[in-house]
């Protein structure tokens, strides 16, 4: 050990210390080890000016930046549950309330964390991504990975075992524990190619079905078969043909499922493929429980949606503002009339829009888009108008969800400022105010083709002229013609053509 200190001008040191930002310890690591990541968490959201962040702003800091930080340690170690708690409650506690004071969460965590298409931010669990990254350990085993962890665990803990022949015991270390907690949802992602001369282990790889042989047909029709227990796949395989022992009934419908399988050159396995590389996204997937996807996804995230807009009508769809019916039944406050003065209670059905205020700017909108009133104005029939009547890649579509999210941000904000800032703007201002940021943003993300629909909208909107498309040959003209190869007009979206 000197002599390698002497060559390499090193010290020789003691554990514990910290690698890359790491803890190294030689024990389980506690939460107090990785007290400097909660720590980091908090510093950085201190360091952001987040009094003046929209709910939108601060999500985007989530997922670009604290979810960077921590992806970094639950790829390097398992992390212990204390801090797994911790950072999503730092987390938590930025989304809903910014860097200081304490908010009521709008919508529970569990909801936040799921797909944007489920109904969440697209945000992820902390304890899903920490098994996520166990797979990959368990993905870097089986593969071989040429690391230094894979070579020390094979001289280790496998000496020559299958994995999946590993038993639980006390002694293993706490990634051990993890990792064989973790071989049955991962042998359900996996996909086996099988060589001519394959070393998969015959009773123990998951390569038939996703399941262990041994599990499925017992010891005594092992012992029958008579082959041994660390036996390979290659043994049941003769000139690239199965050849499984006829005697063994309880192989007989392995033998028959297996006949139509290929046999390749090499074994090779695949991440939910054949030959598929492993995927953290698909892994993550593979551990959490997914649930319908909700049918109003796409009118709230869609491309050229502005982030505060969307945040604000997910809340919507969620029945999540705290409007002053719910207020006053969880007595926080003591009036729950309508800040607009029409001497009704608020709730979400009767800002949106049944109140006369947000009505006549409603109704504007919907002028604004050629579209008739509806029969009722609640919350509930304005979302079924909405699912059935704005969902789609033309542009008429997009400007009816620009204009629904730009109205349920206006009249929410408007509300606030009538009952926190005391100042109140008359329904043509807020008005102002939507056709600004939906004009704004469709001439900035979007160029289309000048169609009677199109350019009717566009005047009633008073978006510039230079959203339209200069003519070029194809598709130009009036009526919606259609292109020579089916496709019906076509316009830009962020750089990217979409026919439609
Ligand atoms: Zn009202």
Redesign the pocket.
Known sequence: MDQICRALSMQVGTLPFRYLGLPLVSRRLSAMDCKCLTLKLVDKINTWTSKCLSFAGRLQLIQATLSGIQNFWIHNAVLPKETMQECEKIMRGFLWAGARGRKLSKVSWSQVCKPKVEGGLGLRRVVDCNKAAVMRLIWDILTDSLSLWVRWCKEEILKGRSFWQIEWKQSLSVTWKHILKLRTPVSANLVYSIGRNSTWSLWHDPWFQNCHLFVRIGNRAIYNSGLPRDTTLSEVIQDSRWNWPAHVWQLRDIAAACSDSQIGQRDAIGWRREGGAFSFKLAWESTRLAVPLVPWGKIVWFSGAIPRHAFCLWLTFHKAHFTRDKLHRLGIVQSNL???????Q?SID??FF?????KSIWSKVLHLNNCPFPAAWNWENIATWALDHSIGNRFHLWIRRAGLAASVYHCWRERNNNIFRQSAASPSVVLARITSDVARKAVMCMSIIDTPTNRSIVDNWEIEESIFRPCSGYGSGLGGARLGNGRRWSWLWNGGIVFC
């Open positions: 309508c800040p607009f003065g029409c001497g009704q608020e009767h800002l049944q109140c006369p205020f947000t």
